[in-house]
């Protein structure tokens, strides 16, 4: 299956960024232009991508939270309609909703029901994303499952909760979680940023300073995972990786968000692109 460059598209997304500011960035309208701009099978990808917005959402409405992401795609409405009887939903993730609405279904039979839900719906989400046909989604989908595993077992272990209680999925990294006592899980050879990571959650008590260290990694590994990506589907999705913590920081933190939102625009600079493609 042969890939398809987005030029013409690549070089837009850098003027539409031009034309905007943090204050005035909207997410969700370079989002929809993407999504106008690419093939069917790229916009699935996409929509994909954005699925864990959806996933957190449900998670947040079934537990009775009011918090609402507003990078889902799913209305409240809509989220609510799938809560009772899932229909947009990819298959794997409208399994887990079935299973735990009717915990004697034949769904039930595939889901372990006896997981919070959200460690379920999670765990199919992140499942979904690495069976991709996307060298960057596989890729991103298991980095920030085993971050956000990493960030949790650290948290837990600090509460002197059972590490176990709190990961998603499985696999080496998840079983090193469970079973070392080491400080850093005995992970420091495998992964580059285990100890930014763990320095973060453990040694910063400022919360906004402990999210923007851990999102400065998620930034640099998503610049990492597209580096030879250029024009393709993986540059966009690595682009839209980025978009999302501008967002994210252009409400939680204005001046952050102006930081991030510079280093995007640079990011997209079409000639040095084409440039490194040569």
């Known amino acids: 299956m042969f890939a398809t460059d987005y030029y013409c598209l690549v070089a837009g997304l850098r003027e539409y960024a031009l034309e905007a ?15 106008e701009g690419v093939s069917a099978r790229d916009a699935r990808l996409v929509r994909l991508l954005y699925g864990y ?5 449900l998670s947040a409405l079934r537990a009775g939270r009011a918090a609402c992401n507003p990078l889902g795609l799913l209305t409240r409405e809509e989220l609510e309609e799938e809560l009772k009887s899932p229909k947009r939903l990819p298959e794997p993730l409208a399994r887990v909703i079935r299973a735990y609405a009717d915990p004697e279904g034949e769904d039930a039979e595939e889901v372990d029901t006896a997981r919070p839900f959200e460690r379920a719906l999670f765990g199919a989400y992140y499942a979904l994303c690495e069976g991709t046909g996307s060298k960057f989604l596989r890729a991103w ?12 077992a650290v948290s837990a272990r600090a509460a002197g909760r059972p590490v176990e209680e709190v990961l998603v ?14 400080a850093d899980f005995g992970l420091r050879g495998e992964l580059p940023y285990i100890d930014a990571l763990i320095a973060a959650v453990n040694e910063e008590p400022n919360l906004l300073e402990k999210e923007h260290k851990i999102d400065r990694i998620r930034w640099r590994e998503a ?9 393709d589907i993986d540059a966009i ?4 990786v980025r978009v999302n913590l501008v967002a994210r920081w252009s409400r939680l933190d204005a001046a952050r968000g102006r930081e991030m939102f510079a280093r995007l625009i640079e990011s997209l600079d079409a000639r040095k692109l084409i440039e490194n493609k040569q």
């Not at 999925?169 to 080491?182: M, N």
């Not at 610049?223 to 024009?231: G, I, R, V």
């Open 169 to 182: 999925g499985g696999g080496d990294v998840v079983e090193q979680l469970q079973r070392s006592s080491a």
């Open 223 to 231: 610049e990492e995972l597209s580096t030879f990506d250029y024009f």
């Open 237 to 240: 999705l690595s682009y839209l």
């Open 141 to 152: 989908s298991l980095f920030d499952r085993t971050l956000r595993n990493i960030a949790a």
């Open 21 to 35: 500011d943090t204050k005035g960035f909207d997410a969700r309208a370079l989002l929809d232009e993407i999504l």
């Open 53 to 57: 917005y959806d996933c957190e959402n």
